[in-house]
């Protein structure tokens, strides 16, 4: 990722029009470069349970410099 607006963008065109809430994890080298997106967690309409533990270890498997958190609003 070149800047935070080009996350943002991949971030709207990827889970911007889902009708239920989830939690993403953008993991990222020092680089900056995307190592791995993960949709860690999912709700419901207006909610969703996020579990930090969780979310450390998918860093620290994947040695990850860097860490984006994501959370989408449905539109309906």
Same mark, same amino acid.
């Not at 607006?5 to 029009?17: E, H, I, P, T, W």
């Not at 809430?21 to 207006?46: A, P, Q, S, Y």
């Not at 909610?47 to 969780?54: D, N, S």
């Given at each position: 990722? @070149?800047? *935070?607006?080009?996350? %943002? $963008? ?5 889970? !911007?029009?889902?009708?239920? &809430?989830?939690?993403?994890?953008? +993991? +990222? $080298?020092? %680089?900056? %470069?995307? +190592?791995?997106? &993960?949709?860690?967690? %999912? !709700? @419901?309409? $207006? !909610? ?25 609003? *449905?539109?309906?």
């Amino acid at each position: 990722m @070149t800047s *935070p607006d080009a996350m %943002r $963008d991949y971030l709207r065109v990827s889970f !911007g029009l889902l009708e239920h &809430e989830v939690f993403v994890v953008v +993991l +990222l $080298d020092n %680089r900056h %470069r995307v +190592l791995k997106c &993960e949709e860690m967690f %999912r !709700g @419901t309409i $207006d !909610g969703c349970a996020v579990h930090p533990r969780e979310i450390v270890k998918i860093v620290v498997q994947c040695n990850a410099a860097a860490v984006v958190l994501a959370h989408n609003h *449905p539109l309906c």
